[in-house]
């Protein structure tokens, strides 16, 4: 997983709060993925981007959003965090939108209190 | 999407081949088979995929059957550091967004 790094690897936050994960790529891939895991389950699909300039909604979008700041970097919002946003979240990326093959980073722990 | 269909979790005896299954009985003609495995708490990684004949890489193998409903991985000298949970996701190539169901829990045991 050394071509998708994320920041930060774990963070408290406060219900209310604010905050952005980052995420970046060095394999010059044109696609990027942001994804939640709750505890025992599969992953859920946030948001994506499919290259450059754009991004769309997945499965659970609320509360979040997004922005692709150039082609390495893919970061994550939450505006105004709640409990149920406690979570893992893990960026990926792929050569084009949705090939077969994502290349997931190690993943940014995250507890609203 | 197809759906698939694995066991909560299974136990391999280190060194053992560990078979892993699936089931897609809907699988359409042009949607793939992929597997990721997810160890501890890292990201998922990659594994294979295949779209009907059998698939081996330097990770894996993949059996799936001829009228591809069903499909096994197949780790064949299994180690530790294989205790993972393995998922099994059928998609087209150029489709839709990946779906992670809870997957299959392996756990190698000495």
């Known amino acids: 997983n050394a071509g998708v790094t994320q920041t930060p690897k774990f963070q408290v936050l406060k219900t209310g709060q604010s905050m952005t994960l980052q995420c970046a790529q060095d394999m010059n891939h044109n696609s990027m993925y942001w994804y939640r895991q709750d505890p025992g389950m599969g992953l859920r699909l946030i948001y994506y981007?499919?290259?450059?300039?754009?991004?769309d909604k997945g499965e659970v979008p609320n509360g979040y959003n997004v922005s692709r700041l150039n082609k390495r970097e893919f970061s994550l919002r939450l505006e105004s965090a709640a409990p149920s946003q406690t979570s893992v979240y893990f960026c990926?990326?792929?050569?084009?939108?949705?090939?077969?093959?994502?290349?997931f980073g190690e993943g940014s722990r995250l507890t609203v209190l | 999407d197809a759906k698939t269909t694995q066991p909560t979790s299974m136990d391999c005896a280190e060194g053992r081949a560990a078979n892993l299954p699936c089931n897609h009985s809907?699988?359409?003609?042009?949607?793939?088979v992929y597997w990721y495995r997810q160890i501890h708490s890292q990201g998922p990684q990659y594994i294979i995929h295949g779209l009907k004949n059998n698939e081996t890489n330097e990770m894996a193998s993949l059996i799936i059957t001829e009228d591809r409903k069903s499909s096994t991985l197949i780790l064949p000298h299994a180690t530790l550091r294989d205790t993972a949970v393995y998922y099994c996701?059928?998609?087209?190539?150029?489709?839709?967004?990946?779906?992670f169901g809870p997957g299959t829990r392996l756990s190698v045991l000495p």
């Open positions: 981007s499919a290259s450059e300039g754009t991004t």
């Open positions: 809907t699988i359409s003609g042009n949607e793939y």
């Open positions: 990926a990326e792929s050569r084009e939108i949705n090939t077969g093959e994502l290349f």
């Open positions: 996701i059928v998609r087209v190539f150029y489709g839709q967004n990946f779906v």
